[in-house]
Nanobody, 125 residues
Framework: QVQLVESTGGLVQAGGSLRLSCAAS????????MVWFRQAPGKEREFVAG????????SYADSVKGRFTISRDNAKNTVYLQMDSLKPEDTAVYYC??????????????????WGQGTQVTVSS
């Protein structure tokens, strides 16, 4: 069984920063793709960012490009999402997910087999 444990989100003012982490256990993630999705109230879950575990190829949604940075620590089986210049529209529940090895980051949620419990991020204006 695979477990993904996300760090606690939080409340931050617009323009502020927050870093989320997601620790994986139960399997070797040396070749897995790790991603972050988010879901705002009344909206569908959307892709935010992803990183391939081996080569570290990254991909970002246009809405967060230049403001968010995804990274990983292979030794700790942990992926991070550094969020800077936060906006009220970034308010959502953020989920990390893990999928099979790939040479690129797939942005479709159904490609990912394992999901964290979600963590709330609220950005006030």
């Amino acid at each position: 069984q695979v477990q993904l444990v996300e760090s606690t989100g939080g409340l931050v003012q617009a323009g502020g920063s927050l870093r989320l982490s997601c620790a994986a256990s139960g399997r070797t993630f040396s070749s897995s793709t790790m991603v972050w999705f988010r879901q705002a109230p009344g909206k569908e879950r959307e892709f935010v960012a992803g990183i391939t575990w081996g080569a570290g190829i990254t991909s970002y949604a246009d809405s967060v490009k230049g403001r968010f940075t995804i990274s990983r620590d292979n030794a700790k089986n942990t992926v991070y999402l550094q969020m800077d210049s936060l906006k009220p529209e970034d308010t959502a529940v953020y989920y990390c997910a893990a999928g099979s090895a790939s040479y690129y980051v797939d942005r479709n949620a159904y490609k990912y087999d394992y999901w964290g419990q979600g963590t709330q991020v609220t950005v006030s204006s």
